[in-house]
């Protein structure tokens, strides 16, 4: 009974298949951006060229985001990656009125709340970054090579619930692409099927 209240669950905020267009193409220049992030400092992709980038698509009010944030295991992600010199930034796009968006206030109560620590929180709430990558879930994760091509692109990881436990099994997605990346290695698995819920864009 347990198990297949978790699959009803599953299916029910996993996000529509057809909700945007596909997401740029794996070994291609990912979509150049320059935003602003919640501290005010200008965020770019050109800013951060011979670094690897992750880029991770939240929103605090899904149960998937919930599961590896109550966890510990997005901070704990952020953490290592960064220690390595990875660049981590955390993209929200949902729109006003939608769940999980946020005033620049709000947004730095919860990532303190949380003990996140990426290398910037950046609101999107008109969804025009979300769109460049065809983010379609949260998380929706994004993993780019120092040269700027999109190396890796879909689900954090293998476990496509919103278990705390499963973190703890899981085949972390990002973190093999990261460690290959900084490796000088391919990625074996360089593109999956994001899961979560649905990204809150404007209507």
Request: hydrophobic share 40%; charged share 20%; net charge positive.
């Amino acid at each position: 009974m347990r198990l297949m209240l978790r699959l009803f669950l599953t299916a029910l905020f996993l996000f529509p298949a057809a909700a945007l267009a596909d997401t740029p193409e794996i070994g291609q220049p990912a979509p150049a951006f320059s935003v602003q992030d919640i501290s005010g400092q200008t965020q770019s992709l050109a800013r951060y060229k011979g670094s690897v980038v992750v880029m991770e698509w939240s929103n605090p009010g899904c149960p998937f985001v919930r599961k590896h944030y109550g966890s510990g295991n997005m901070q704990s992600l952020q953490r290592t990656a960064r220690e390595k010199g990875v660049v981590w930034l955390t993209v929200n796009s949902s729109a006003p009125g939608k769940q999980g968006n946020m005033t620049v206030e709000q947004a730095k109560n919860w990532v303190a709340e949380m003990k996140a620590s990426p290398s910037a929180y950046i609101l999107d709430a008109k969804g025009t970054l979300g769109r460049l990558y065809g983010a379609k879930a949260t998380p929706h994760m994004f993993v780019i090579d120092p040269s700027g091509r999109l190396a890796y692109a879909g689900a954090i990881d293998d476990k496509p619930s919103f278990d705390q436990g499963d973190v703890k099994t899981a085949d972390n997605y990002v973190m093999d692409a990261v460690n290959a990346l900084l490796a000088g290695k391919p990625v074996a698995v360089a593109s999956t099927r994001a899961y979560g819920c649905s990204v809150k864009y404007e209507d």
